[in-house]
């Protein structure tokens, strides 16, 4: 059974850092891209980054460009999201999701999600 | 960008009636690459249709996608009640983007 199990949410001051983890179980990792989505509380889904199944491709949404960094590591099957010069309008909660292919597709598998709070 | 516009914003409905969800796109989706997700209150998305007519793997067959180019429509045969809560349209056919939502309430 596909699961991915995020960590890593918590309060951090603006300007401040932290970092994501998704543990992914049930699946070949190296065979899927996987993607981080986040939602603010009562709004709607924002996709925020994309990483290919070998890890060589990233994509970022404008909105993070240049403050996160997505990453994944196929010893520890598992995919992180590096956040720096964090600002309010960050906070949300942060999903790890499993896209249906190798670099592209749907997003097939969701995981529960981290909360992200950014606030001084 | 690519924008998604998904209509109505909220509809109240009862349990067994038919609904039309629809999202229209700013400009042509490339390969049709087109999503549909359903998200119960204080739950994660759910994948239910993928490229625009396919159901994902375990999805009731009272859910049915259909559309093509910039116009997109998620029909549910029979509304049951654990389907009432949010669904979004997604695109990922360039880059990738999401609707801002259809809320579906209990009537």
């Known amino acids: 059974e596909v699961e991915l199990l995020e960590s890593g949410g918590g309060l951090v001051q603006p300007g401040g850092s932290l970092t994501l983890s998704c543990a992914a179980f049930?699946?070949?990792?190296?065979?899927?891209?996987l993607s981080w989505v986040r939602q603010a509380p009562g709004k709607g889904l924002e996709w925020v980054s994309s990483?290919?199944?070998?890890?060589?491709?990233?994509y970022d949404a404008d909105s993070v460009k240049g403050r996160f960094t997505i990453s994944r590591d196929s010893s520890k099957n598992t995919m992180f999201l590096q956040m720096n010069s964090l600002r309010a309008e960050d906070t949300a909660v942060y999903y790890c999701?499993?896209?249906?292919?190798?670099?592209?597709?749907?997003?097939?598998?969701w995981g529960q999600g981290t909360l992200v709070t950014v606030s001084s | 960008e690519i924008v998604l516009t998904q209509s109505p914003g909220t509809l109240s409905l009862s349990p067994g009636e038919r609904v039309t969800l629809s999202c229209r796109a700013s400009q042509d989706v490339s390969n049709n690459y087109l999503a549909w997700y359903h998200q119960a209150p204080g739950q994660a998305p759910r994948l239910l249709i993928y490229?625009?007519?396919y159901r994902a793997t375990g999805i009731s067959d009272r859910f049915s996608g259909s559309g093509s180019g910039t116009d997109f429509t998620l029909t549910i045969a029979r509304l049951d009640p654990e389907d009432f809560g949010v669904f979004f349209c997604?695109?990922?056919?360039?880059?990738?983007?999401f609707g801002q939502g259809t809320r579906l309430d209990i009537k």
């Open positions: 490229r625009a007519s």
């Open positions: 049930g699946f070949t990792f190296n065979f899927f891209g």
């Open positions: 999701v499993r896209r249906e292919n190798y670099n592209s597709g749907s997003f097939d598998y």
């Open positions: 997604q695109q990922y056919g360039t880059s990738i983007t």
């Open positions: 990483i290919s199944g070998s890890g060589r491709d990233t």
